[in-house]
């Protein structure tokens, strides 16, 4: 036999009323309840899903959804929009008389902040070094996405993708 119970809460009912803003929440006066009787509620509409596209499939590469990039001897600014992206490719070092370096850089509108760097260090003149890379950023408003390659040596090849919105929704493929 069911139990029914009276739940005044206002934390309780902020939280329904922001998961459930189709149900225009509850009126003053009207208290929520609660019963021990289990009643399974199965929704199996793509729109319960959130897309017609699997998830990982949302995260496809397509010939729309890359933007590629080629860096050497300069800093570029790779992404500038807000959003969750991947970040792929691949560094390549060439040794030389001076060092040389790609650094992938977060920069949030003032100030950089190097979060890798790959350099030439004990490569002899004459022979390269490479290296896969593949990531994810959040870029918030005012973020950029910068690579430094610091000289002809460093090379950087990649694309870069939009995986989520700034909301986190996944975006698909085009």
């Known amino acids: ?8 809460s206002p934390n309780i009912e902020d939280k329904i009323n922001q998961l459930l ?19 399974p ?7 319960a899903e959130g897309s017609s596209l699997r998830q ?3 995260t496809s590469l397509s010939h729309g959804s890359c933007t590629a ?15 969750y992206f991947r970040v792929f490719g691949q560094i390549s070092l060439a040794g ?14 003032a100030t950089d902040k190097v979060i890798y760097t790959l350099t030439s260090n004990n490569i002899t003149v004459g022979d390269f070094v490479g290296e ?8 918030s408003a005012g973020d950029s996405f910068k690579i430094l390659a610091n000289n002809a040596s460093s090379n950087c090849i990649g694309n870069t993708r939009q995986i ?11």
């Not at 509620?41 to 729109?47: K, N």
């Open 164 to 174: 989520a919105d700034i909301n986190g929704n996944l975006t698909n493929p085009i």
């Open 56 to 58: 990982d499939l949302q």
């Open 41 to 47: 509620i199965v929704d199996l509409t793509e729109t």
């Open 132 to 139: 896969h890379f593949d990531f994810n950023v959040f870029m």
């Open 1 to 8: 036999m069911a139990q029914e119970f009276v739940i005044k």
């Open 69 to 83: 990039f080629a860096v050497n001897n300069t800093t570029t600014t790779v992404i500038n929009t807000t959003g």
């Open 96 to 109: 030389a008389a001076t060092e040389s370096k790609v650094s992938f850089i977060l920069n949030d509108g």
């Open 21 to 39: 803003p189709s149900q225009g929440g509850f009126q003053a006066g009207v208290d929520f309840s609660a019963s021990t009787m289990v009643i």
